[in-house]
């Protein structure tokens, strides 16, 4: 599903205009991206956990080469579904 067929699926699913879904979900994307740019988390109790992972710096390799690189440290986006997600994926 992409982005205009989930814009779609939720304005069915809400009886609103597809305009206002729309400027809903954007909203929403752009409070996430702020509050994780910020280092914060986002938790919503029966879906997940948006949040910052930390990665250090690291060696790596040049796959085409094989000479030793060093990765520099990054911080990285990440998901961690709640227990009432897992369930409801999971169920037969």
């Excluded at 000479?67 to 009432?84: D, L, N, Q, V």
Aim: glycine share 8%.
């Amino acid at each position: 599903m992409n982005k205009t067929e989930l814009v779609a699926a939720m304005a069915k699913e809400t009886n609103l205009a597809k305009k206002d879904v729309e400027a809903v979900l954007k909203s929403f994307i752009d409070v996430v991206s702020d509050e994780l740019k910020k280092g914060g988390k986002i938790q919503l109790v029966g879906f997940g956990t948006f949040e910052v992972s930390e990665r250090a710096a690291r060696e790596g390799r040049n796959p085409q080469t094989g000479a030793a690189m060093e990765i520099k440290a990054s911080r990285a986006p990440k998901f961690k579904a709640g227990k009432a997600l897992k369930d409801l994926v999971n169920e037969n």
